[in-house]
Structure formats: C-alpha cells, structure tokens
C-alpha cells in the first residue's frame, strides 16, 4: 500500500517512561496534532485518515528537541502538538513529554522528521 500522508510522533527518551506511560503519550500526541489537522487543514486530515492513518514514533533525547522540531514544523506550516504531562503519576506535571507532528504530507513530514532513528 502506497502512502501520502503521515503522522510522526517524537518521544523523549530521556525522561525513562514506562512502556505504558509512553505509550498513553504517545496516543495524547497523536490526537492532539489530528485535532490540529482537522481544524486548520481538514482535506490533510481526512485523507489521512482515509489512508489508514500512518504512524510513525521516533526517538529524541531532550526537551531542546522538542522545540527544535516544533519550529521546523511551524515554518513549513505543518500541525503539530506539544504534550506536557498532567504529573498523576510518573512525571512531574508539566513535563513536556512528545510531539505529534502532521498529519501533513509524507515529503513535508519527512524534511522535519526523516533524520531521526525509530523508537
């Protein structure tokens, strides 16, 4: 199957979540970043969703990261979502923790993405 849209989230592995805190972060930055999509280029939502809705989870090391990606993101006009975590239970709140970026085209996504190694 052919893709052209995506959606990439970074997780911080710095921070040393648990598998099912990452992954509860991981699904806050994927929704977040549709919601985004869906309200400011909902064509780009609704045909990822129409694809399947690729996914893909990259590593980063830091916080600094995090911001570095959001900027890339936001001058090539790309949606995107910060999470920063509530602290219920592993993290101190606000701890910034992912980012969903896209769903945006594949080629878009990647000019911001396609460095980073899979989590």
């Known amino acids: 199957m ?11 592995t710095d921070l040393k979540m648990s598998k099912g805190k990452t992954a509860v972060q991981v699904a806050h930055g994927s929704i977040s970043s549709y919601l985004k999509a869906r309200k400011y280029y909902p064509d780009w939502a ?4 129409a694809e399947g809705q690729k996914k893909v989870t990259v590593k980063i090391k830091s916080e600094e990261e995090i911001h570095v990606l959001a900027e890339k993101a936001r001058r090539l006009d790309i949606p995107f979502a910060v999470i920063n975590d509530a602290g219920l239970t592993q993290l101190a709140p606000g701890t910034t923790t ?22």
Do not use: C, H, M
């Not at 052919?2 to 911080?12: D, E, H, L, M, N």
């Open 46 to 49: 609704d045909r990822w969703v």
């Open 2 to 12: 052919s893709f052209s849209y995506k959606q990439v989230i970074a997780v911080r």
């Open 98 to 119: 992912v980012i969903g970026i896209g769903p945006s085209l594949e080629q878009n996504i990647d000019k911001v993405t396609k460095e980073l190694p899979l989590l």
